[in-house]
Nanobody
Framework: QVQLQESGPGLVKPSQTLSLTCSVS??????????WSWIRQPPGKGLEWMGV???????YYSPSLKSRTSISRDTSKNQFSLQLSSVNPDDTAVYYC??????????????????WGQGTQVTVSS
């Protein structure tokens, strides 16, 4: 059974960097041809795809967030991480990590991903 678990601080101050980690069990993040995404949902809004790291380590980002987003991985721990810099209150959201078969870029559809983390609330406030 594949499981994903997000972790990180629930409160971040404006202008700081948000850092989250997704710990994966039951599957390897280096297995072909899966991809591992970060997706968020602001309050009262729909899902927003942020970026993805593929099984080979290649990364792709949402054009609207690319300048502030970085996704990396630690294969020894089977984890991948999100960093979002210069956060502001509009970055307040529930943040999810998710797995897709094949490379998924830009998809906000739940059905395009086969496993999801439970989500973690991040609030940007001073």
């Amino acid at each position: 059974q594949v499981q994903l678990q997000e972790s990180g601080p629930g409160l971040v101050k404006p202008s700081q960097t948000l850092s989250l980690t997704c710990s994966v069990s039951g599957a390897s993040i280096t297995t072909s041809y899966y991809s591992w995404s970060w997706i968020r949902q602001p309050p009262g809004k729909g899902l927003e795809w942020m970026g993805v790291i593929a099984y080979d380590g290649s990364t792709y980002y949402s054009p609207s967030l690319k300048s502030r987003t970085s996704i990396s991985r630690d294969t020894s721990k089977n984890q991948f991480s999100l960093q979002l810099s210069s956060v502001n209150p509009d970055d307040t959201a529930v943040y999810y990590c998710a797995r897709a078969q094949g490379l998924r870029t830009g998809s906000n559809r739940k059905d395009d991903y086969d496993y999801w983390g439970q989500g973690t609330q991040v609030t940007v406030s001073s």
